[in-house]
Nanobody
Framework: QVQLQESGGGLVQAGGSLRLSCVASGGTFSGNSMGWFRQPPGKERDFVAAINGNGGRAYYRDSVKRRFTISRDNAKNTVYLQMNSLEPEDTAVYYC????????????????WGQGTQVTVSS
């Protein structure tokens, strides 16, 4: 079973930046597409970004395009999310997960999550 450890969240002012990291262990990392999801307070968890196994292709939800960048280091079993120009609407707990593309939507491959990392953006 893959273990996921997210980190890098924090409190930042609007317009600021954060870099999230997710270390995966216990599975085949480089062969899996990886994704980031987020759950704002009182709302459902939603897709944010995904990257394929070799890091050659990335996918984003519309609201984060040109602000967020997903990347990965397969030698370190780590996926990153660089977040720039943060907005209060980005406030959420951020989670990473192995993902699959199903019916045109990126979905978590397994039905479990790490503890997530809290991102709070003040206005």
């Amino acid at each position: 079973q893959v273990q996921l450890q997210e980190s890098g969240g924090g409190l930042v002012q609007a317009g600021g930046s954060l870099r999230l990291s997710c270390v995966a262990s216990g599975g085949t990392f480089s062969g899996n597409s990886m994704g980031w999801f987020r759950q704002p307070p009182g709302k459902e968890r939603d897709f944010v970004a995904a990257i394929n196994g070799n890091g050659g292709r990335a996918y984003y939800r519309d609201s984060v395009k040109r602000r967020f960048t997903i990347s990965r280091d397969n030698a370190k079993n780590t996926v990153y999310l660089q977040m720039n120009s943060l907005e209060p609407e980005d406030t959420a707990v951020y989670y990473c997960a192995p993902v699959i593309l199903l019916l045109g939507l990126w979905r978590p491959q397994y039905d479990y999550w790490g503890q997530g990392t809290q991102v709070t953006v003040s206005s």
